[in-house]
């Protein structure tokens, strides 16, 4: 017990005082915000530019295996090193990517023609052996890849030919086809892999792709470099940045500091608090994304057994609140729990049936009277979330007052990073918690990728949803070819999930990214996660 | 008028005595924090935990909300109020742990000598070495935030501040002759440990918990901080400033720097008031009072 806690304490106090009134400059006067314009185009670049340094805000990734791609911190950075067979293009279409067309001879077959002339960084070509080899080594359970989810109704897949796979399913799958972008169809090669064994993704081991940029050096703890190559098959699409350095810096003031000293020239996911700081420094841009935050109802037995009880909290939310002062105006309110940016087909039909759901808004009249007429509504109810998601935190608050002052009792159940991924895993973290506040995203624009996960027995569907007329409609868009008929499928059993009130959708929010000013190309989209995105970028 | 030289040295003595400013501005303070925490439901313009997020972080002064609003809204004033509460009764919990494990354990390896004083000692040595902060964020680890798993990791950190000191005491008085003639009168051993021994540590224990409960309520602050303290929605000074490292960053620093400054204002009167009772003390055993 020494004096300089008293010295430490003011030294933090006068420390916040000096960083509110360097923020003070470029920041608005109140919580909210003016709501930013999504960009949906930007200069394309001019000049080459040495190198971008670009920060990973979720922090190293623990591998760069491209099996093991489903976080953000490995996916930002493999997503500009290993490609699919297809990429997702600007407005989230497939296009080809390894492989240059794709036959579908009958429901249950793929045939899929690679691209002759396509190498891996060093100069090997391209094999449908190394093809066939990437994806049945996701398909093995020792690997751990979460991306093996796709293949439940694989039934297998060979060469067939010099440049020719076929790929056959136990029965139609409309979502199949969505994956040949994703990493679960990134092509690793095979003779580099076996050799890496274990060490295959890691600093020591390294990985052999055919992207725009080639693994450079990965100095752990520090930086991952990536260097451009320039045998890249895509001679169209040729990189501006030489080399592209990942930092990993965590804490959302540093990497304002950084981002504003110039330190570090762009980021996706800049915190929200620094969008207006950024704004005036370079390029802070939004883009519609394919994301969606909701709650979901995860026991069914108890206070929420009653619909009543799950109507009254759906008119508790404050959506004008939260996109106005939590999100600050980059998010938009959802009456659906899959955002209308992911409807890749059948727009028009899912329009129709979105616009009769519910208007999101906040009614605690309507919800006061809903739980006096429900005893179960008054009973306790307990709310999980991330405190790892500050936005959540908020929301989560003003729900827990709302349900207060509507007479019903929302006890909070704040969880760690860690805690609250167990929540999707392990059935014994969801015990005793009835809500579970989330935010998720779709890789890629297929409604049925979310709504498949209430499906009655499905390994997501926590609260044990079970509605006949539900699944029969899932099941009937799982093998409608027909985008039409798909939409219409899709948007009943939507309405089936909105009357019953099972899931509960908030908003969805905007994607962001910055980059300094001496940076152009780049457009925000959700697909960053799994496309070459740095491919884009470059001088002006 | 002349005054004689008993009555010079009378009004000198009460001079020296008499309670700096400082100390009764930090009295005061103490004074204020406490009963505005114990009135809170009285005083406080807004509930604690109501939130309105359209009327999210408003700055001091603003019409109805004197001292702001946080980023869900909530009155800051309404919440430093409130957090006044947990935040002061934590550490007297600390303090009051900390010090019935400590006296028992001082009196009891000053009373025991021997190996049991040096093991009792060594004892100390080991958990005096381990940072209380991070004890206290191991217990949460294990048992989850809330409050009663810090109370405890960090009353047990403290433990052998107070054991220390007491132990040093105990020593000390238990050299002195009239403890000698107690035992020759025929006393037990516990009898004059409680009844005359215990007496004349307690003043110097007084003064060490002052001390003790400052830095408790730094600790606390930083645990509710880092999230392991509080659980939300409740109000405590810690966790409104770790709940406000946003809005700093965002240029609305107000609803941190609040509770923040009352965290300071709170640690520096408890040290300065600890201070001036171990001062007092030390001069009135010198003077043998």
Excluded at chain 1, 222 to 243: F, S
Excluded at chain 1, 316 to 324: F, N, P, S, T
Aim: hydrophobic share 45%.
């Amino acid at each position: 017990m020494t004096r300089p806690r008293f010295a430490a304490l003011a030294a933090v106090l006068v420390g916040a005082c000096t960083l509110a009134a360097c923020a003070n400059s470029g920041g608005p006067a109140t919580g909210q915000a003016a709501a930013p314009t999504v960009t949906t185009s930007v200069p394309a670049p001019t000049e080459d530019v040495d190198t971008v340094t670009w920060n990973v805000p979720a922090g190293e990734p623990p591998t760069l295996d491209p099996a093991l791609s489903a976080i953000e911190s490995v996916s930002t950075v493999v997503a500009n090193m290993c490609e699919g067979l297809y990429t997702l293009g600007p407005d989230y279409k497939p296009q080809p990517a390894l492989a240059t067309a794709i036959d579908h001879p009958d429901p249950l077959t793929y045939v899929i023609r690679l691209r002759e002339g396509a190498t891996f960084w060093d100069g090997k070509p391209v094999t449908p052996e190394d093809v066939v080899y990437s994806v049945r080594r996701i398909l093995d359970p020792k690997l751990g890849s979460s991306w093996i989810g796709w293949a439940a109704n694989l039934d297998g897949i060979e060469v067939t030919g010099r440049d020719e796979i076929t790929l056959k399913l136990k029965k139609p799958d409309v979502v199949v086809p969505n994956f040949f972008a994703m990493p679960a169809f990134f092509v690793v090669q095979k003779a580099f892999a076996e050799a890496a064994g274990k060490d295959f993704g890691t600093a020591a081991g390294g990985v052999m792709c055919t992207g725009p940029y080639k693994l450079g050096d990965w100095t752990q703890g520090q930086d991952i470099t990536l260097a451009r190559n320039d045998a890249w098959w895509n001679t169209a699409a040729k990189p501006k940045v030489k080399d592209l350095r990942f930092t990993f810096i965590s804490d959302p003031s540093a990497q304002t500091a950084a981002l504003n000293s110039g330190d570090v020239d762009g980021q996706f996911g800049v915190p929200r608090a620094a969008h207006d700081q950024l704004a005036g420094k370079g390029h802070m841009l939004f883009g519609e994304s394919l994301s969606t935050t909701f709650i979901s109802v995860i026991n069914q037995q108890g206070a929420l057994s009653d619909p009543a009880a799950r109507q009254a909290l759906q008119y508790l939310i404050d959506y004008k609140g939260i996109i106005a002062s939590v999100y600050r105006g980059t998010a938009q309110p959802l009456r659906a729990l899959v955002p209308p940016s992911a409807w890749g087909y059948g727009t028009d039909v899912f329009q129709a049936e979105y616009d009769k759901l519910p208007e999101p808004v906040q009614d605690l009249g309507k919800a006061k009277t809903l739980v006096s007429g429900s005893a179960k509504a008054k009973e306790k109810i307990v709310l999980a979330y991330t405190t790892a998601i500050e936005e959540d935190t908020k929301i989560a608050t003003a729900l827990a007052d709302a349900a207060t002052q509507a007479g019903m009792n929302i006890e909070l159940k704040p969880l760690t990073a860690e805690q609250f991924g167990a929540v999707f895993s392990a059935p014994q973290a969801r015990a005793g918690l009835d809500l579970l506040l989330a935010s998720g995203y779709l890789d890629f624009p297929e409604p049925l990728a979310y709504y498949q996960f209430f499906t009655t027995g499905n390994f997501y569907n926590f609260g044990g949803y079970k509605n006949a007329d539900y699944d029969a409609a899932i099941a009937t868009a799982m093998v409608a070819d027909d985008p039409a008929a798909r939409a219409r499928e899709v948007a009943k059993a939507q309405a089936i999930m909105a009357k019953d009130v099972v899931n509960i959708p908030i908003a969805t929010q905007y994607v962001n990214v910055y980059y300094g000013p001496g940076l152009t190309g780049l457009v925000p989209r959700q697909s960053y996660l799994n496309t070459p995105w740095a491919a884009a970028l470059g001088g002006k | 008028m002349t005054l004689t030289i008993p009555a010079l040295r009378a009004r000198s003595a009460r001079r020296r005595r008499r309670r700096p400013l400082i100390v009764s501005l930090a009295v005061a303070f103490l004074v204020l924090i406490a009963v505005t925490g114990l009135l809170a439901p009285v005083l406080a313009p807004h509930s604690p935990d109501a939130t309105s997020l359209l009327n999210s972080l408003l700055p001091p002064g603003t019409e109805g909300y004197w001292l702001g609003t946080d980023s869900t809204g909530r009155d800051v004033l309404s919440r430093i109020m409130y957090g006044a509460r947990l935040s002061l009764l934590a550490p007297l919990g600390v303090v009051l742990l900390s010090g019935v494990l400590g006296i028992t354990i001082g009196l009891l390896a000053a009373r025991a000598g021997g190996w049991a004083d040096a093991v009792i000692s060594r004892g100390m040595d080991i958990v005096f070495a381990f940072p209380s902060l991070l004890l206290a964020m191991l217990v949460v680890a294990v048992f989850g935030p809330g409050l009663t798993a810090p109370i405890c990791a960090l009353a047990v950190s403290y433990t052998p501040f107070v054991g220390r000191v007491v132990r040093s005491v105990a020593l000390q008085e238990g050299a002195r002759p009239y403890m000698e003639s107690y035992r020759v009168m025929g006393f037990g051993e516990l009898w004059v440990t409680l009844r005359h021994l215990l007496p004349n540590v307690m003043p110097v224990l007084i003064a060490q918990s002052a001390l003790a409960f400052g830095y408790a309520l730094v600790d606390l602050a930083s645990l509710s901080y880092l999230g392991l303290g509080v659980r939300p929605p409740d109000a405590d000074w810690g966790s409104m400033i770790s709940q406000a490292r946003s809005a700093i960053l965002q240029g609305e620093p107000w609803s941190g720097l609040l509770p923040g400054l009352v965290v300071l204002l709170t640690v520096v009167s408890v040290n300065v008031l600890g201070e001036h009772l171990g001062g007092s003390i030390g001069r009135k055993q010198s003077e043998g009072v």
